[in-house]
């Protein structure tokens, strides 16, 4: 029940219709010119301080990227994107590489207060004893435009082990580790957007979790675009070894505006014998106003690789920002016995755009994975689900279930799901189920019956619609999750 | 001589004039056609609607224009055991009037009577673009208002390495119905192209009954369009038993309120055959209903294709749209590729689709293992349960029992 009160509460808290992490921040920044080539590239390596190696495989992206045609098959419809109308660096202006958190500009450290990030661990920590809360802290790194400004808990998961940090310092510190598992999960050439990304990524998070180690908090990335005129273009590594752990978290906001930006990030995750990584994201760019004008272009390649037997990858992402989002967190199933699932809750309103799924590849024996996907849409906007489920002729005994459930809200929204399910193996099963409908109007009735307003009713309809896929999320994100989705449900009804 | 979409092109100029029909419409679909080319074969860009399916084999292919011995034709028919009712017997793409007998007053062939209809749409569908271009015969049928047009039965022999690309129609009046049985076979590598379209005026009923049974080296495209008017029924039931590399496509739109499609199809595939079921139900009406069962049988290297849309229109609000589509895997060499997909811009309304794929449950074989069936027996029994629900909805018992035995005849030759 707390759930559904703290859902009301939040109604309420809400007063107008809005995105309350439209500000945005007043601050020096250091901008490479506009466009994109060869000398931007070697720019943005060279401030990264990069070995020689990253460059070349940047150059390698690039050069594949001029060669490929931008995708058109997703149920997404924009005007072209201008790739030479772009800053694809932006970094606020100070002396390169904060040593500690004194040293971030306060500025900075303001923004992130304002979007609820706790950033100062001393913050976290006033008035509590530290011994209490040591199992819920979060770790955060957090990425602001084209840097990473301060990662949090650093020393407390060195001491674990855990490597935590962003990923243009994992280049420096760590090269080798980076060089054995980037692009081998996600290729340079996999498709436009990763190629583009890989040209031109600026930061993003690195993690590595030794053999054995269950990582002692979860780890978490938030993502600001600020900068006018900007792409976002991170990369995130997450490597576990044999037998370990890690619960890996994951925010975006961007200021309210009235153009378009672009956001292309790709995630890579490696899971080895045994190990569990789980990915949760909650979506929250900028998804423009009531009109479809402005918001972000959310185009991002997620894919995870479980190789070892028994090994274990989740996907859970709630996703409510975005003008524009074209993003299928996968996971290749390698693995004997190996774990794949994903679960999602994807809202649209207004004038938005979600073409969402998954792709479950499956290699190894005794392969599985679920799939949880709901879609909701409201107002004018379209919202896909398109899946692939693959059997290949190894995936002895495999097993897959997907349900995929569409939520319309009014009448001049489009809800779809395009599920792609290929077998080539017998023993292999593969069970797949959608269904598509409106709000129930006996439920609702009874809501309203109960004294609830119109928009509480839908909300905690829809919260019921979402609640398999929220209670996938650790939970304080999960509390976040269904602010959101109030929040973005706004004005659908009535 | 050229192959491939040159091939078809040239013919087309070479016959350019003596075509029956619209040389107007002939020409834009050439025209389409030369742009599109075949689907897999010399396109640069992939087209999804035919990702699984590719017709390089067709455009490798060399279609002979000579004909063959008569004879070979009869057999092939008298092999058949048709029905005792009106039959329409196209050989070669061409109808004979010889073998055909009991056709009423609501019969013409396009030859004579070309129209092309308001369905179809070559610009969109590179097989239709050809058919249209190169038609040459084909069968419409015209039931008037209030009538019954019976059972009638529309056959295709094949008997040579050629080609054909029939032009057929279905004209139901208001509350009239027709139930049009189908049937293909023949023998050699030849490509069969139909394109047939179905108009059902309000309250008319048309039951279609499908038996695809060609010969094991041949190509086989039907594209349907079916117009179902207010209150009327589309009954269809497609049996896809023979072809080398065979698509059914069908798109059937629901324009009246309170129309209802059942688009039901059964594919039985063994040794290297490849066949696609491809369908649109295109809800555009309030009030409409759909149903689909499609069920594949995988044996040998066969590869089964199915892709299944529902798509509800804004205005289509209460619609009720069902679709299930199951793949039985008999071998591990077997694959099955299964795309059902819903689109919807209605917000009233309950769709609904299911997809399975896997082999014969084991639990269920040792059952009947237990109780003393031999084990090829066993076996035929759950494939034969696993059909039941899709030919189960065949309503004319003398017509599902020929399905039923051509369904056994398959099993028989899986097994030897």
């Known amino acids: 029940m707390a759930a559904v009160t703290e859902t009301l509460d939040t109604v309420q808290s809400v007063t107008q219709s809005g995105y309350k992490w439209g500000f945005e921040t007043k601050i020096e920044m250091d901008f490479a010119p506009k466009g994109l080539n060869e000398d931007i590239i070697r720019l943005i390596s060279a401030r990264k301080e990069e070995p020689a190696w990253m460059l070349d495989w940047r150059l390698k992206a690039y050069a594949a990227w001029l060669k490929m045609e931008e995708p058109d098959w997703a149920r997404v419809d924009h005007p072209p994107i201008d790739y030479q109308d772009l800053h694809y660096y932006a970094a606020p202006k100070k002396k390169p590489g904060p040593k500690s958190l004194d040293e971030v500009d306060p500025e900075l450290l303001k923004m992130y207060e304002k979007l609820g990030i706790p950033l100062k661990e001393r913050a976290i920590l006033a008035g509590v004893d530290p011994d209490t809360v040591e199992n819920t802290q979060i770790a955060v790194d957090a990425v602001f435009d084209s840097v990473s400004v301060a990662t949090t808990f650093q020393a407390t998961l060195r001491k674990a082990g855990v490597i935590f940090c962003p990923i243009s310092e994992a280049v420096r510190e760590h090269p080798d580790l980076v060089r054995q598992y980037i692009g081998t999960v996600v290729p340079v050439a996999d498709n436009y957007f990763a190629a583009l990304n890989s040209a031109v990524f600026t930061d993003g998070s690195f993690v590595f979790i030794p053999k054995g180690v269950r990582c002692p908090m979860e780890l978490s990335t938030y993502f600001r675009i600020n900068a006018r005129n900007t792409g976002q273009f991170e990369r995130t590594l997450i490597i576990a070894e044999a037998g370990s752990h890690v619960s890996y978290l994951e925010g975006c906001t961007a200021p309210q505006r009235d153009e378009n930006q672009l956001h292309a990030a790709v995630v890579e995750l490696v899971a080895m014998d045994d190990a569990r990584i789980k990915y949760s994201t909650v979506q929250n760019w900028y998804p423009g106003d009531a009109n479809g004008k402005g918001g972000i272009y959310n185009f991002v390649t997620k894919r995870g690789a479980c190789r070892g037997a028994r090994s274990q990858i989740s996907w859970t992402q709630v996703e409510t920002g975005s003008a524009i989002t074209w993003k299928y967190p996968s996971c290749v199933l390698l693995g004997e016995d190996s774990v794949g699932e994903f679960y999602s809750v994807a809202v649209t309103n207004n004038h938005q755009q979600a073409d969402t799924g998954t792709k479950m590849i499956h290699i190894g024996k005794g392969s599985r994975s679920t799939i949880i996907a709901k879609g909701i849409s409201a107002g004018q906007s379209s919202n896909t689900y398109r899946g692939l489920v693959r059997m290949l002729p190894g995936a002895t005994n495999a097993r897959n279930f997907t349900q995929c459930d569409s939520l319309l809200i009014g009448d001049r929204c489009g809800a779809h799901t395009v599920p792609y399910i290929e077998s080539r193996n017998p023993t292999a099963k593969v069970e797949h189920e959608a269904t598509t409908s409106k709000l129930a109007d006996d439920q609702l009735f009874y809501c309203r019956q109960r004294g609830l307003s119109e928009e509480d009713a839908v909300s905690l309809l829809v919260n019921g619609f979402c609640k398999d896929v929220l209670k996938q999320l650790p939970m304080e994100f999960a509390v976040e999750a269904q602010k959101l989705l109030a929040v973005s449900l706004e004005g659908s009804v009535g | 001589m050229n ?113 092309f209809g ?220 299964s795309k059902p997909e819903l689109e919807i811009f209605a917000d009233d309304v309950k769709c609904s689709h299911g997809a399975t794929v896997g082999a014969l449950d084991a639990e269920q074989l040792f059952y009947l293992r237990s109780r003393g069936i031999p084990d090829a027996e066993a076996r035929a029994i759950l494939v034969r349960a696993f059909l039941a629900e899709a030919l189960d909805a065949v309503a004319n018992e003398t017509i599902r029992g020929r399905l039923e035995t051509a369904v056994a005849h398959w099993w028989m030759r899986q097994a030897a």
């Open chain 2, 3 to 115: 192959t491939g979409a040159e091939g078809f092109l040239e013919r087309y100029e070479g016959l350019a004039g003596r075509l029956p029909g619209d040389s107007a419409m002939r020409a834009a679909a050439a025209d389409a056609f030369r742009l599109a080319g075949l689907p897999g074969g010399t396109q640069k860009r992939r087209i999804e609607a035919w990702k699984y399916t590719s017709l390089r084999p067709v455009a490798e292919a060399v279609f002979r224009r000579d004909s063959y011995p008569r004879h070979e034709a009869e057999t092939i028919l008298a092999g058949l055991s048709l029905l005792d009712s009106p039959r329409a017997v196209f050989v070669d793409g061409v109808f004979r009037a010889d073998v055909s007998g009991g056709l009423a007053g609501g019969f013409a062939r396009f030859a004579d009577q070309p129209d």
């Open chain 2, 118 to 337: 308001t369905l179809s749409w070559p610009d969109r569908e590179p097989m239709v673009a050809l058919n249209t271009m190169l038609a040459a015969d084909g069968a419409a049928f015209h039931v008037h208002a209030g009538h019954d047009g019976g059972v009638v039965q529309l056959v295709s022999i094949m008997a040579g390495e050629s080609d054909a690309h029939p032009r057929h129609s279905v004209r139901l009046d208001a509350g009239a119905s027709l139930t049009l049985v189908e049937i293909s076979a023949g023998q050699g590598a030849y490509l069969l192209n139909t394109v047939a379209e179905l108009h059902l005026a309000p309250g008319a009923r048309l039951t279609h009954i499908r038996l695809q049974d060609e010969a094991a080296t041949a190509f086989h495209v039907s594209t349907t369009y079916a117009d179902i008017g207010a209150g009327a029924i589309y009954d269809s039931f497609t049996l896809t038993l023979g072809g080398r590399l065979s698509r059914t496509e069908v798109h059937a739109h629901l324009t009246g309120a309170g129309a209802t499609a059942h688009l039901n199809a059964a594919q039985l595939l063994g040794g290297s055959q490849h066949a696609d079921f491809t369908s649109v139900v295109g809800h555009t009406a309030p009030g409409c209903s759909s149903r689909q069962t499609v069920k594949t049988v995988l044996a040998g290297r066969s590869r089964g294709v199915f892709q299944g849309k529902i798509a509800v229109a804004r205005d289509a609000q209460k619609t009720d749209g069902y679709q299930m589509n199951q793949a039985l895997l008999l071998s591990p060499d077997a694959e099955i590729d």
